[in-house]
């Protein structure tokens, strides 16, 4: 059964400071996505990393995928309050995965001035 | 294309009350999905569906039933509302684009059964 375990859970940052949140997934798998929720929206997605040493940047958010220790890290750079809200990372297990995502538990990211 | 469209947005249950929550992709989508969100929780996936007429389950299917007779819609039946049902339920679809299943979520429904 895959597994996929964010951390930290929450998240309070001052402005301009960086940060790592980190997503560990317990089978083989080499697609993961980043999500990013608002308080009562839906997903918007951020990112999608699709091999072993993917990166991706986005503004102040990078993300990165290493499929051998089963590990992506989202970096957040000099933190703004805009990026308040809610992280999840997802995971599309190994082989014909039809799509289907396993979740982690979410990030509540809060950035103060 | 309105793309994954949900409804209702909110819904208030007794507990033994039947309803189906709706969901409609125009984006011509073999893949659908539905999810629930718990409180401070990810999305668990619920049931699945591979195109119409086909659909299976997911990690957490006990309580729902789901119909695929079209491409576009893929309605979710609550038969005996229960308080765990207290969720909010989101509805996707995706396609294969290389080896990415390019996911679009709906607005959600906000369920709550008392």
């Known amino acids: 059964e895959l597994k996929v375990e964010q951390n930290p859970l929450f998240l309070s940052m001052q402005e301009g400071k960086n940060y790592t949140i980190y997503c560990n997934y317990s089978t083989t798998s080499d697609r993961l996505y980043w999500y990013r929720q608002d308080p009562g929206k839906s997903l918007e997605s951020l990112f999608v990393l699709l091999s072993n040493g993917a990166v991706k940047q986005e503004g102040r958010l990078m993300a990165s995928l290493d499929t051998k220790a089963r590990l992506s890290t989202l970096h957040i750079t000099a933190a703004v309050h805009d990026l308040s809200a809610t992280y999840f990372c997802?995971?599309?297990?190994?082989?014909?995965?039809?799509?289907?995502?396993?979740f982690g538990q979410g990030t509540i990211l809060t950035v103060h001035p | 294309n309105a793309g994954v469209t949900q409804t209702p947005k909110f819904r208030i249950l007794k507990i033994g009350q039947s309803m189906t929550l709706q969901c409609t992709q125009d984006m011509n989508h073999n893949y659908m999905y539905w999810y629930r969100q718990d409180p401070g929780m990810g999305l668990k996936l619920i049931y699945y569906?591979?195109?119409?007429?086909?659909?299976d389950k997911g990690e957490v299917p006990n309580g729902y039933n789901v119909s695929r007779s079209t491409t576009e819609d893929f309605p979710l039946r609550l038969e005996l509302a229960a308080p765990s049902q207290t969720s909010v339920y989101f509805c996707a679809s995706s396609y294969l684009r290389g080896r990415d299943y390019e996911q679009y979520f709906g607005p959600g429904t906000r369920l709550t059964v008392t």
């Open positions: 997802a995971v599309a297990a190994g082989g014909t995965s039809y799509g289907k995502l396993t």
């Open positions: 569906s591979v195109g119409a007429g086909i659909t």
